[in-house]
């Protein structure tokens, strides 16, 4: 019989679609971040502020209560997570409790509880309140598929963004140099002039500080042509690395798409699979669908196209009398007319 610990990882960190309290779950958790981060926006409006703030911090009450129920029952069951048990329970809970979604889990609530202790800025109450909007991604294939993409392509994002920021230091310094005796006001500093350089080479240009020297709008032209490449260097990577992560998602489920159909049949237990798997990659219905008459398709012509390799050997190896099995050689004349004669003689 399965354990009350196993059931609550289950319902908490796996997310069945087959399981009914597990999806109820899921989207009672998720309606419920949900009403938080508009609890929050809703909070700032001073008409609302003023006349219903019992209701905003009794609804911040009974929130907090169930996020800290679902964090300790996450952190009681993530032993679930290791079934090897490489590790001591207490460890495997450690773990767990440095992981980013439950760091973020725990973030969330914290400054409700330390502010019954401390005295707290509430500005920064709803700043962090606000990163319950985090909370989503685990219900969320599409946010943690930006997640893992960010996580691939760090490095390749943090070289583009080096660039983008030694480019904009010499474009603040130089136009400093250049507009300071003509605008003291407007280029003050090369701190000041940064703002300058970040608006114009993001092609944002709000047109409040503009340079006014021959030298200075010769720089302008030069670092705006420039900064069009190296500005959407990152979008780049980004979209390059969402195209190859979709892509190893979709040759993952190819493949165990092919396992399935060696034998030709996808039975009960199969379907369940790759409908779990599905669901874990974000591949819609669809898209499996397609996968699925795709590779059956394929299989169907590879196994036609053995047929007729085998049929051609048959004809080749009769024309040269030989056996299309053993490549013997047969003469076919000899045993016919063999067993012609075994006839006569049996009547």
């Given at each position: 019989m399965i354990s009350i610990r196993k059931r609550t990882y289950e319902i908490l960190d796996i997310g069945k679609k087959q399981d009914r309290l597990s999806r109820i779950i899921d989207i009672f958790l998720v309606v419920l971040i949900s009403l938080n981060?508009?609890?929050?926006?809703?909070e700032t409006l001073p008409s609302l502020s003023a006349t219903d703030r019992a209701y905003f911090k009794t609804f911040e009450t009974f929130s907090v209560v169930i996020f800290t129920i679902e964090y300790l029952a996450r952190v009681w069951s993530s032993i679930e997570s290791d079934p090897s048990n490489k590790h001591s329970p207490f460890m495997a809970r450690v773990r767990y409790m440095l992981t980013p979604m439950a760091l973020i889990d725990l973030v969330v609530i914290l400054p409700f509880y330390l502010s019954m202790f401390f005295t707290?800025?509430?500005?920064?109450m709803r700043v962090l309140r606000l990163l319950r909007v985090f909370k989503l991604t685990r219900y969320s294939s599409s946010m943690s598929l930006l997640l893992q993409v960010l996580h691939?392509?760090?490095?390749?994002?943090?070289?583009?963004l080096f660039v983008l920021f030694m480019l904009?230091?010499?474009?603040a310094s130089l136009t400093y140099f250049a507009e300071h005796d003509a605008q003291p006001e407007a280029f003050s500093s090369i701190?000041?002039?940064?703002?300058?350089?970040?608006?114009?080479?993001?092609?944002?240009?709000?047109?409040?500080?503009?340079?006014?020297?021959?030298?200075?709008?010769?720089?302008?032209?030069?670092?705006?042509?420039?900064?069009?490449?190296?500005?959407?260097?990152?979008?780049?990577?980004?979209?390059?690395?969402f195209n190859e992560a979709l892509s190893q998602r979709r040759r993952a489920y190819e493949k165990m798409v092919d396992q399935v159909l060696q034998d030709g049949y996808v039975d009960d237990y199969e379907h369940?699979?790759?409908?779990?798997?599905?669901?874990?990659?974000?591949?819609?219905?669809e898209e499996a669908a397609h996968i699925m008459h795709t590779n059956l398709s394929r299989k169907q012509e590879q196994a036609l196209d053995l047929d007729v390799q085998n049929l051609r050997r048959e004809i080749e190896a009769v024309k040269h009398d030989r056996c299309p099995h053993c490549h013997h050689t047969?003469?076919?004349?000899?045993?016919?007319?063999?067993?012609?004669?075994?006839?006569?003689?049996?009547e």
């Open positions: 981060v508009l609890s929050v926006i809703l707290i800025d509430l500005r920064f691939r392509e760090s490095k390749p994002i943090a070289a583009a904009i230091i010499v474009a701190p000041a002039a940064m703002w300058w350089a970040i608006v114009t080479m993001t092609t944002v240009g709000y047109g409040d500080v503009i340079p006014v020297t021959i030298f200075g709008k010769m720089l302008a032209a030069v670092i705006s042509i420039m900064s069009l490449g190296i500005v959407a260097l990152p979008a780049g990577i980004l979209a390059s690395g369940k699979a790759l409908n779990k798997m599905r669901e874990s990659l974000g591949i819609t219905a047969v003469h076919w004349l000899e045993r016919r007319k063999d067993r012609a004669s075994d006839l006569e003689k049996e």
